[in-house]
């Protein structure tokens, strides 16, 4: 019997333990006892247990096991709890505290896409809600059923690679496939998929697309939107099946409608992707200290503006990031802290970067030299590879700390924004400035995605949860950081996508001719509104 | 008096000579004797008369009138004229047949957004047509008027740099801005605008953003879709102003939607698009010479997935284009041509390569000598910087030719088209061997705009116009070559746009339910269908 604690426990469901640095800081930024880091809050160790029963007619569910076989469609309580959220902090309160109001009727796994089709079409006929399921690692409420329907998981059978094309340096996917399976498979050819978001190891190709992400060397590789060649989509009003061309003027291009789709127009099942030759002996590592984060800054946007090439992980903590991280790695108060604090890097100020280059040597070695120099012209010091290294190492892994920091009552949540780079040392002064209203938080911001015109800026905060009151505290503090941003001319989302959690911002932020016409897009696609329908990207149903 | 002929000149409008090189080739290939290169065929000499006067009432171009002011409102033959072709072989054809059947009402030059809002108001209310005209570089009958109406023609007034962001390397620039004033107003700030396509002196910002186009750096830099961040788009359903952020991911982007919309949603009025450092001096050029196409195809192919950065000018002409350049450079026969050909490099088979490099010192050494090793392994012989740096000084010039060479009753076009590597070299064979079974035909190829995944193929042909039925002759085989891309999987067109030269194509090119998406998108945000009608792109009206 599972519960509730088995759905909401990111990654590999182990129990992870937090690490002394981490435990440290804890005690030092909240003063938490000893006692207090034994208690436990909010666990949802309870045997799940719906009180709604699955609202689709037997006639129904015997249609669609007609389709997908019994074995492919689920309407027990588990399956259906385990499909009602995805990862972002709201959901995980949610089912710590045992609330699952509107999970979906059935979950279905199709097994081709002609199951997909003739699904749709039920749907359609019925007016049934219908939820696109890749790694449900969203974010932002996307996953949810406020209106029940069927879950389509598209994971159980979707998630082969159709075909790997080596001259083109392409790769056609079906969308359900997990990120190490296709990544494994690619190295085994001699290529990557270049795409590593933070979630890699627990979302799909076909989530990457829907959400439009980024992964961790999207300054080198582009975010998946520079990646899609072509893709397929089945809607409720026709398959939209584009070809793949490396680039061409016949209108304008019908694939990027679906990338940032969310689920809302259609269900993608292949992408045609570009793929890069992997080889990870030829990568050359870098990284810095700077004395502040404006200089930190000046330099990644002069490399970034210089021609120098791009570098394809290349990251900024801003101070308080630094100095968490110098913690909770023990480095505080060593004597390599005090040197180099002595020359100036003074903890509270100070700045790490690192830096990776993938590619040709020539190519690497060419660019971290210029890095090299454009950085020390902003004062850097050099702290070698091993740091950039390092971070590599626990990349996809420190997310694992959400759930034990949950379990001490601690609320622990990120976002995220696109910046041009005029507006980002006000963005992130003024973000900060509001994180921090909040006493006892501890707010880490870095910046990861990196263009020649702007950056990401992505914020990670701490604190201590207001205990009964979980979920209004965390919305009201949530709005305002949103609001912070907005205000501060940075985007909605830079990768993590919309959802229906930023969905009230929505005609706000891109304005109501905008929305109007995602609007007519929407409802060209999905008359009926079936498709990941209540908000999500603030579009109807 | 203006005539037929001074609508139809390309360029500068002076009379451009046939250089003695040029008249070898016409000689041999056609066999054109002395006494036929002084005859000319249909000048076009006669003064602009129109049949057609100007059917929008007299009520209506008041209102006007009183928007943009008189002398910004013309209804005089020649102006209506001037407006009722691109510079598509045909329309030069038809221009010197002095057939004009449907020329624009009037044509009306808006003084800002405020007036082409107001315009938009009386046209959509009266079903009148409108057809936004930059450049009219078009070659795809893009700006036609099959329905009449009006040619709102942005180039007079709403033709400057908006604002330059230093910080951010972006411009916003008004669309009907030409590209000299553009590229002069960037360089006099040490920046660049990087898209330069060979229509580059006559043709405009929103032209090139409205018809999808690539420049001659575009390996680079990247096609037009790849440069524009936003873009303000004024439709008869309401304005679409997009956001500037260097990425998000905020469901969709809807300016990708304007980019080759060919003025059939609204018009584009502001752009703000990437920019680059002016740094010419920095600027490495290479030029190599293969034994044959597919050697230089595999090398080109190579470099762009190697992961060594990428050049930004790279080209190859197939042994035709090559045999022809060095024939019209008196290359042929030359003590150097001799020793080519005894290195193995023959005539009839060598092809050129022309490459150039722009950034920073330290990448541009890098990549140019990364792709001297490169082609080196596919037997490439280097020839120097100076034939790239020769071809870039005639890199617009060229064109100017086409007039003088129609004035000797030679049919000259061009057709591109996009296609993955692994089709290219049975596409290139397949549209040659098409091309070359009209006799008395030279068929010149080359690849100038090149991916990682793919590149573009550029077909010139010259060919003996067939006097008398010079347009039906013309369409037939036209139409050949088109239906011999497409039966070999390359795209309708790479960067030219479809207009209505294309359009017949474009459901079995895009298929049904794509199309169907696409004039959903028209009807949201032109329900009359007044935006440029009469089949541009395929769609209705
Ligand atoms: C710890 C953690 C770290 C993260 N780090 C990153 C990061 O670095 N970069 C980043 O971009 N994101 C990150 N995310 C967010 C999330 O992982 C991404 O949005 C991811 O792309 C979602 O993929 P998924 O397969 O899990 O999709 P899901 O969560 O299952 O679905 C996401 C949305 O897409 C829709 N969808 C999914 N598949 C399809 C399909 N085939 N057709 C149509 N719609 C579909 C769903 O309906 C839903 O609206 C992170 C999340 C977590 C929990
Ligand atoms: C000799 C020659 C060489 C060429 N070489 C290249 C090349 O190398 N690369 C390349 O990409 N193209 C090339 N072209 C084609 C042409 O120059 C391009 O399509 C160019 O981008 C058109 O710009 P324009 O300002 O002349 O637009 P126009 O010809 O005036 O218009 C083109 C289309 O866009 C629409 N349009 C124009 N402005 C707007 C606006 N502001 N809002 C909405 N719609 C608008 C028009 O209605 C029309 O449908 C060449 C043409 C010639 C004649």
Redesign the interface.
């Known amino acids: 019997m599972k519960t509730y604690r088995d759905i909401y426990k990111w990654g590999d469901k182990r129990e992870t333990k937090i690490d002394q640095g981490t435990i440290n800081v804890i005690k030092e930024k909240f003063g938490f006892t000893d006692s207090e880091l034994q208690q436990t809050h909010l666990l949802g160790n309870q045997i799940v247990k719906l009180d709604k029963t699955c609202q689709i007619s037997q006639n129904i569910i015997d249609q669609f096991i007609k389709i997908v076989g019994e074995e492919n469609l689920k309407t027990d309580d588990f399956s259906r709890a385990n499909h009602s959220y995805g990862k972002y902090y709201r959901d995980l309160l949610k089912l710590r505290k045992e609330e699952i109001p509107t999970p979906p009727d059935a979950v279905i796994y199709p097994k081709s896409d002609e199951d997909i089709e003739k699904i749709l079409e039920i749907c359609n006929k019925n007016q049934i809600s219908v939820t696109p399921i890749g790694g449900q690692s969203s974010v932002t409420r996307g996953v949810e059923t406020p209106l029940g329907g069927i879950s389509l998981d598209l994971t159980k059978h979707l998630n082969k690679v159709l075909e790997l094309?080596e001259?083109?340096?392409?790769v056609t996917v079906q969308s359900g496939m997990y990120g190490p399976a296709f990544e494994e498979y690619l190295n085994q050819r001699s290529f990557s998929c270049g795409h590593f978001p933070q979630s890699f190891e627990y979302s799909t190709v076909g989530g990457w697309v829907a959400?439009?992400?980024?992964g961790q060397a999207s300054t080198g590789y582009g975010?998946i939107?520079d990646m899609v060649?072509s893709l397929k989509a089945i809607t409720p009003n026709?398959?939209?099946?584009?070809?793949?061309?490396?680039?061409?003027?016949?209108?304008?291009?019908?694939h990027?409608?679906?990338?940032?789709?969310?689920g809302t127009l259609g269900v993608i099942t292949e992408i045609t992707m570009?793929i890069?030759?992997y080889?990870p002996n030829?990568t050359k590592y870098a990284s810095f200290i700077f004395k502040d984060f404006k200089f930190a800054v000046d330099a990644m946007?002069t490399v970034m503006?210089?021609?120098?090439?791009v570098p394809h992980l290349f990251r900024i903590s801003d101070p308080e990031e630094t100095e968490i991280a110098f913690k909770t790695k023990n480095f505080d108060h060593t004597f390599a802290d005090k040197f180099l604090n002595t020359l100036g890097y003074k903890s509270g100020h100070r700045c790490l970067m690192f830096v990776a280059v993938?590619?040709?040597k020539?190519?690497t070695?060419?660019v971290i030299?210029?890095i090299k120099k454009i950085t020390k012209r902003f004062g850097s010091f050099s702290l070698g590879a091993s740091p950039t290294k390092k971070w590599l190492e626990q990349r996809y892994s420190s997310a694992y700390l959400r759930d034990p920091l949950m379990d001490l009552g601690i609320m622990t949540d990120t976002l995220e924004t696109?910046?041009?780079?005029?507006n980002l040392i006000p963005l992130w002064t003024n973000v900060r400035k509001y994180l921090k209203s909040r006493e006892k938080t501890v707010a880490m911001v870095h910046i990861s995605?990196v263009?020649?015109?702007?950056?990401?800026l992505y914020f990670t905060f701490l604190s201590p949860m207001k205990k009964g009151d979980e979920l209004n505290d965390y919305d009201e503090y949530h709005k305002g950081i949103i609001e912070t941003i907005i205000t501060n001319n940075g985007?909605?989302?830079?990768?993590?996508?919309?959802g229906r959690t930023?969905a009230p911002w929505?005609e706000k932020?891109?304005?109501k001719?905008?929305l109007?016409?995602?609007q007519?897009?929407k409802n060209?696609?999905d008359p009926k509104g079936i498709m990941n329908p209540g908000n999500t990207?603030?579009?109807k149903p």
């Open positions: 094309n001259i083109n340096s392409t959400a439009k992400g980024a975010k939107e060649l026709g398959t939209i099946h584009t070809k793949t061309y490396p680039a061409s003027a016949q209108g304008w291009d019908l990027p409608v679906f990338i940032g789709s969310e570009k890069r030759n080889r030829n946007r503006q210089s021609g120098i090439g993938e590619g040709n020539s190519y070695n060419q030299s210029s696109a910046v041009m780079w005029d995605h263009y020649e015109n702007g950056a990401n985007s909605l989302s830079h990768h993590h996508g919309v930023l929505m932020e891109l304005g001719e905008n109007k016409l995602m007519a897009i060209q696609l990207l603030g579009i």
